[in-house]
C-alpha cells in the first residue's frame, strides 16, 4: 500500500505543527485514502471512500481525474501557498473528533476541495511510533537511494574523464595526421606543379620548332608554286602561239589574192588606150574575173594542219610561212604577165 507523510500548518494556528500521513489503496487516491493526524502528543484518523471523492467531484462540477490530481498533490505533495488546510475545532485540546478541511487557493480565490472527519485515536503513543517508524524507513530508502545515485555520478565522472582523455588522445592524432596530410599535399602539388611547368615548355619548343620548319617551307612552296605558274603560262602561250602566227598569215594572205582587184583600181597609161575598144573590156574583165578567184589552198590554211602548226614551236611555223608567201608572190606576178599579153 502507497504510504505518505508530510509536514502541515493549519493556517488558524501558526506556530502549530502537524504532521499528516496518507495511506491509499489503488493507483491514485481516487479509490479511497486513510488519513491520520497528529501533533505529536495527540493524533485523529479518518478513512474517505471512493463514493465520497466521486461525491465532491460532482459538487465541485470537475472531472473524476482532474479532481484526483488535485486532491494528490493537496495531500501528498510538497507543501504550496496554493493549498491550505483548517482544522476544526482549533486548537483541538484533546477533543474526540476534529474536522480537517483541504481548499485550493485559485486566482484570489479560495474553495474547498473536500473535507474528512477524524476520530481520536485510542493509543496516540503508537500511532506517533509509527510515524517515526515509517520516517526513519523513508530516509533510509532516501540514503540508499543517494548512495546509489553517488555511485553512479562516480562512475559517469570516470568515464567522462576516460572519454575527455581519448578526445584529447584523438584531437592530437588528428593535428599530427592534418599535418601530415597537408605536407604530403604540398609535396605532390608542388610536384604537380613542376611537371605541368616541364610539359608547358615543351610545348612551347614544339610550338616554335613547328612554326620555323613552316617558314622554312613557305619559300620552297612559293618558289615551286611560281614555276609551276610560269610553265602553266608557257604551255598556255604554246597553245595559242600558232595561232597568233596564223592571223597575221591570213591578214597577208588577203592582199595577195586580192592583188588584181588592186591593181584594177590603180590607173594606168594602157586604160586610156582601152575606152574605146568595146568587145575587149568583156573579155578582160572575164580574164579578170577568173584570175581574181584565189586557191582556197592558199587562201584559207586547214584547221587541222594550223592546230598542228600551232603544237609546234613558232620558230617552225615561220620558216614554213617564209616559202609560201614567195610562191603566192610569183602566182600574183605570174597572173599580171598573163593579164599584159591577153592585152
Sequence with gaps: MPLSVREIHISSESDSTYFLRVDWRGQDLGSGFQLLLTDGQD??????????VNEEAEELE?????????????????????????????????SSTVMLEYEKMQKDISFRLGSVSLKAAPEPADAVRNLLIHSLERGNRLEHHNQKLDEENRRLRR???????????????????????????????????????????TVTRLQETSSESQKRKDPVKSQQT??????????????????????????????VSTL????????????DGLKDITDVAPCRKRRFRHLGTPDPAVKRPNPQTSQRKSSD???????????????????????????????
Excluded at 596530410?181 to 616541364?198: D, G, M, P, T
Excluded at 611555223?317 to 599579153?341: G, I, N, Y
Aim: proline fraction near 7%; glycine fraction near 6%; aromatic fraction near 6%.
Design 313 to 343: 614551236s613558232p620558230a617552225g611555223s615561220s620558216k614554213q610561212q617564209t616559202p609560201q608567201r614567195s610562191a603566192d608572190a610569183a602566182a600574183a606576178s605570174s597572173a599580171v604577165e598573163d593579164l599584159f599579153e591577153d592585152f
Design 159 to 201: 568515464e567522462q574523464q576516460r572519454i575527455t582523455a581519448e578526445l584529447k588522445k584523438y584531437a592530437v592524432g588528428k593535428e599530427a595526421l592534418e599535418a601530415e596530410l597537408y605536407s604530403r599535399f604540398v609535396l605532390v602539388l608542388n610536384e604537380k606543379k613542376a611537371k605541368i611547368r616541364s610539359l608547358q615548355e
Design 226 to 255: 611560281a614555276g609551276q605558274e610560269e610553265e602553266e603560262e608557257e604551255a598556255q602561250e604554246d597553245e595559242y602561239g600558232g595561232s597568233t602566227d596564223e592571223e597575221p598569215e591570213e591578214v597577208q594572205l588577203t592582199p
Design 62 to 94: 470537475m472531472q473524476r481525474e482532474r479532481y484526483t490530481q488535485d486532491l494528490q498533490q493537496a495531500l501528498t505533495g510538497p507543501e504550496s501557498s496554493t493549498y491550505s488546510f483548517t482544522l476544526t475545532p482549533s486548537p483541538p485540546n484533546g
Design 260 to 271: 588584181p582587184s588592186l591593181e584594177s583600181t590603180i590607173p594606168s597609161p594602157l586604160d
Design 43 to 52: 493524533a485523529w484518523s479518518g478513512e474517505v471512500s471512493e463514493a465520497s
